[in-house]
């Protein structure tokens, strides 16, 4: 958006009785403004309106906002007021807004559906956004109970660009992932950027299978991961 594209209607109420709907219309397009007190009302507004009459609003805002930033700003209120967002966040898969791509994976990451793992799995060779793909592959490790997840998840530890590995191998520790504990080990011997996320995860996971690698690495490890391994 441009700066000529910014609304310049007076701020919307912060307090009160609720929002009317043209108010609430007003507060969705003003999401995009540079002031950041009038953004922060903007948003504060939204969620004050009731969902039943907030979520139509910013659905539609996201679907056909003519202002990128808008349609982000929306499906970000909308994930915190909606659990029935599954057809909506599906589409936003697909999305040529890498911001929106980034919301719907993390909003599959907590609406875990066996029906949609295909679909983020075969996300995985084309999303390479620094930003986009470490969601993707928390909302694939979300799925952990399931094979398929595991067997794309598992090589990535070893192989890829060390960003997209640290994220994975975070991913795999939040989610208590004993499948990827070898491979996480392997990873953990080595000195380098990914050491230490290597370290956490296998502390996470809590395995017993890890063991052998921490005693190992109070003795060999750098100083500088000694607390970690701790």
Do not use: C
Not at 15 to 37: C, K, N, W, Y
Not at 51 to 59: D, F, N, Y
Not at 106 to 114: I, K, N, R, S, V
Request: hydrophobic share 45%; charged share 25%.
């Amino acid at each position: 958006a441009t700066a000529a594209a910014q609304p310049t209607s007076k701020p919307v109420p912060s307090q009160g009785t609720p929002p009317t709907e043209a108010e609430l219309t007003r507060a969705i397009d003003q999401l995009v403004s540079f002031d950041l007190a009038t953004r922060t009302n903007a948003a504060r507004t939204v969620r004050r309106v009731p969902p039943a009459m907030a979520a139509p609003a910013l659905e539609r805002a996201v679907r056909s906002h003519k202002d990128e930033y808008v349609r982000f700003r929306a499906a970000v209120l909308l994930t915190g007021m909606s659990d029935t967002a599954a057809p909506l966040m599906r589409q936003l898969l697909t999305d040529r807004n890498d911001r929106l791509r980034t919301v719907a994976y993390q909003w599959w990451e907590h609406h875990p559906d066996a029906a949609i793992l295909t679909t983020l799995l075969a996300a995985l060779p084309r999303e390479r956004s620094e930003f986009v793909r470490p969601a993707l592959t928390r909302a694939i490790a979300a799925h952990g109970s399931d094979q398929r997840a595991r067997e794309a998840l598992v090589p990535l530890v070893i192989r890829g660009e060390d960003l997209f590995r640290g994220a994975l191998i975070e991913a795999l520790g939040d989610y208590g992932a004993t499948y990827a504990v070898a491979s996480i080990s392997e990873v953990a011997k080595l000195d380098g950027p990914l050491q230490d996320d290597a370290i956490t995860a296998l502390g996470k996971i809590g395995d017993v299978a890890a063991r052998p690698t921490l005693e190992s690495l109070q003795r060999s490890a750098p100083p500088e991961v000694q607390p970690t391994v701790s």
